[in-house]
């Protein structure tokens, strides 16, 4: 395909598309998405999103209706398709598991609870209340989502977003249908999107997948992973993307769901200190390695996603409560010495700096 005309559209073909006036993307944290900033990056002029993970479907059209009294701007919701690994562990497995964090659920003065009848909520359920909210975008990760989920959403007028890893990924989700392309790094934060190849196989660094994505690729691109001020978003859009999503700058934010001691961690975790680890969720992820992923890892006794996400998300919920960043899920990419400013508005201020003029 040509791509020779990309550059010139790059800071509108993806603000025609999405309805926004700047081509900043909040990246959607699971469990970590607040409203207060994702209507704060929309009232900026970008497009700010939050992670539905865990979400039913009463708290998803709650979201919806704070987000709505927060802003009147367009905002994007985030699902997690199912993969089909999802699945329940054997009895033996999960007990292992149980074993394996036992000692951290001691550390915040807690006895492990017992399993719940399920780990997550439906997908359908999750879905429907996504479409029945009405975002001006709605983002999927691990996977290609539907005809029939886009044919829903476009009737509705809401733009479809796929997350791709590597350039196979890009290729499959524009023959999916999909209105744009986040090209994920990496470098990034939080869990690895892979899909079509396991994630260890998909690490692809941004630098090298933004070029070849705009190369196979028609639909609007969107550079993720490792880009935390002007200078990467200069880059981005040298590298011909048509906008960026950003997310541990803003996760160190005020506004963000994290606490102080994710953002210390954020200020401290140097580039090569970042680790993928399967230990908090059972599916490979980004962060900054602590005591809770030592001592998983350690054990070798990791239960399969949702259930290994479910049970460590008993405990780091209380580590969090009591500001133990031992035992939290700290995400963070490796770009996050970058992430220096405390507000939505001065990080929105130096990444905007970056845009073509």
Not at 142 to 162: N, S
Not at 225 to 243: K, T, Y
């Amino acid at each position: 395909m040509n791509s020779q005309n990309h550059h010139s559209l790059s800071s509108n073909a993806l603000t025609r598309l999405l309805g926004v006036e700047v081509p900043i993307v909040l990246a959607p944290f699971g469990g970590l998405s607040s409203v207060e900033l994702t209507a704060r990056v929309s009232e900026l002029g970008g497009l700010g999103s939050c992670g539905l993970y865990g979400y039913d479907a009463d708290r998803i059209l709650r979201t919806a209706e704070e987000l709505r009294a927060a802003t009147s701007r367009p905002f994007s919701f985030n699902l997690w398709l199912p993969t089909g690994t999802e699945r329940d562990p054997e009895p033996d497995e999960y007990a292992r598991a149980v074993e394996a964090v036992r000692p951290l659920f001691a550390e915040v003065g807690m006895e492990v609870p017992d399993a719940p009848a399920r780990f997550l909520p439906p997908f359908e359920e999750q879905l429907q209340a996504a479409l029945d909210a009405r975002p001006a975008a709605l983002s999927f990760v691990f996977g290609v989502p539907g005809r029939d989920i886009l044919e829903a959403a476009h009737e509705r007028g809401i733009v479809v977003i796929g997350s791709a890893t590597t350039v196979d990924e890009a290729v499959a989700l524009e023959q999916g249908g999909v209105d744009a392309i986040v090209a994920t790094g990496a470098e990034a934060a939080g869990h690895k999107v892979a899909f079509l190849e396991p994630a260890e196989r998909s690490l692809v660094g941004l630098f090298a997948l933004v070029p070849q994505v705009r190369d196979a690729v028609d639909v609007p691109v969107i550079a993720a992973g490792g880009i935390a001020d002007r200078r990467g978003v200069r880059a981005a859009f040298a590298l011909e993307a048509d906008g960026v999503q950003i997310g541990t700058a803003f996760l160190h934010t005020k506004e963000s769901a994290a606490n102080d001691a994710h953002r210390a961690a954020i200020e401290a975790t140097p580039a090569h200190g970042s680790v993928l680890t399967r230990a908090m969720s059972g599916r490979l992820s980004r962060g900054a390695s602590n005591l809770a992923v030592r001592t998983i890892e350690q054990a070798d006794a990791i239960a399969p996603f949702p259930a290994q996400n479910w049970l460590t998300g008993r405990f780091r919920a209380a580590a969090g409560a009591q500001g133990k960043g031992e035992l939290q899920s700290l995400w963070l990419g490796q770009a996050s010495r970058l992430a220096t400013l405390q507000t939505a508005d001065a990080v929105f201020e130096e990444l905007a700096a970056g845009l073509p003029s």
